[in-house]
């Protein structure tokens, strides 16, 4: 971006600019991640969370990513879907070891 009185670029405008672009990617690729999860298994995110780790696992391998999603390919379509799809399946993976510790110490709840 210009700065007109000074005609010098204005580096934090831009890195403004750029942080709101990631933010608008992500967003996108979180609601195509949740369409795609939807489409496979229609009321998924409804599933008990035990029910929905392995449909997020197999959404992963099959956009053609580790289940970590950190090895995704560079030039895979999808990568911004995977790395969505591998942060919901962190969250699930982490309440369901919630879930876990909870059911084995019942005086906790």
Known sequence: MENFETGTTTV???RV???YNREAVAEAAMEQ???MLDEKLPGVMQLPTAE???VLREMITELGATIEGTDIPLH????DVVESLARLLRVEET???FE????RHPELV
Do not use: G, Q, Y
Request: hydrophobic residues 50%; glycine residues 0%.
């Open 100 to 103: 876990s510790v909870l059911s």
């Open 52 to 54: 929905k780790v392995p």
């Open 17 to 19: 600019v750029e942080a």
């Open 33 to 35: 991640a949740l369409i």
């Open 95 to 97: 309440r369901l070891d």
């Open 12 to 14: 934090a405008a831009e």
């Open 76 to 79: 895979n379509e999808h990568r």
